[in-house]
């Protein structure tokens, strides 16, 4: 029977002689929201780039649903329902928000039966996220929270089963990550897809998780239930205790994520 979960297994990454990850292992099923958190360095992004198919793990095991991923480039993986955003936003400037998530429906069965199911499709996705006031502004024109928005409304536009998210509320106040988090939930819940979260904010990521995994220094330092993890003193040492509240990404480390090797 094939099984409808995305698998890690002992992935490592090593960078010149720099060891990004070491033997890190996550399991994520359809309907759940996987919370990835830990210090800034510690390798959620080198994890999410890793089985999204930007970086060739340099050792373990990437499984979706069954098929094996492990080094094969993002257009396989995104093939096998697999859709990411970036920690640093990633639209198309010079198009609309409607168009921004067109783009996203390309290549879906709705994009193939003509341009009214297609118009329809954006629609429907633009008013979930509360987008449709605002369906003909320039994307590059809104701000920056809302460009994260629509990032994440042209990932949702792909019908992935998995969609994995790096850092989705990195400038976002108080009230627009609440609304995230309501957003995120419906996604996971009543579309039944499979969430991976990155964030420092751990306000959204206690809430909107089922379970967490924390990394440190490449390795994996804890994972469980939200409550086990905010109460794990190793975790409370490493991480929540010296950035408890939204810990800024460290400078030029985004730069870096989807850097070609
Ligand atoms: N392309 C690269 N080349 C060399 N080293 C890299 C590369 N990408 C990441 N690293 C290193 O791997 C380690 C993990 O970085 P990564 O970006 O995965 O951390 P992170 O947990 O996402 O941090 P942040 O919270 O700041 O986003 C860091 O030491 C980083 O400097
Ligand atoms: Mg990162």
């Given amino acids: 029977m094939t099984q409808s979960t995305l698998v890690a297994t002992d992935v490592s990454k090593t960078y010149d ?3 990004a990850l070491n033997g890190v292992s996550v399991e ?9 958190i830990g210090p800034n360095g510690s ?9 999204s198919g930007v970086t060739k793990p ?3 095991l990437v499984r979706v649903d069954d098929v094996d991923t492990t080094g094969a480039p993002p257009y396989r993986v995104a093939r096998l329902g697999v859709a990411r955003t970036f920690q640093t936003v990633r639209l198309f400037t010079t198009l609309t928000v409607q168009e921004n998530v067109e783009v996203g429906l390309v290549g879906t069965s709705r994009s193939k039966t003509g341009w009214r199911t297609r118009a329809g499709a954006a629609n429907r996705i633009l008013k979930e996220f509360q987008l449709s006031g605002l369906a003909g502004r320039l994307a ?3 701000p920056y929270g809302l460009q994260r928005r629509v990032e994440i409304a042209r990932a949702v ?3 992935p089963r998995y969609l994995l998210l790096d850092e989705p509320a990195a400038g976002m106040n108080d009230q627009e990550s609440d609304e995230l988090l309501g957003l995120l939930g419906q996604v ?3 579309k039944a897809r499979g969430l991976l979260v990155i964030d420092h904010d751990l306000r959204l990521i206690m809430r909107l998780c089922d379970r967490i995994h924390v990394l440190n220094r490449g390795e994996t330092l804890a ?6 993890v905010r109460a794990d003193k190793r975790v409370v040492d490493a991480y929540l205790g010296a950035s408890a509240g939204a810990a800024p990404s460290a400078p030029g480390v985004a730069d870096r994520e989807g850097a070609a090797e």
């Fill in 17 to 19: 002689g720099v060891q």
């Fill in 140 to 142: 590059s024109t809104l």
């Fill in 157 to 159: 536009a792909s019908d």
């Fill in 223 to 228: 994972s469980g239930d939200p409550a086990s």
């Fill in 188 to 190: 996971a819940r009543t």
């Fill in 58 to 60: 340099s050792g373990g």
């Fill in 28 to 36: 994520l099923g359809l309907g759940t929201i996987l919370g990835l």
């Fill in 43 to 51: 390798g959620k992004t080198t994890f999410l780039n890793c089985i």
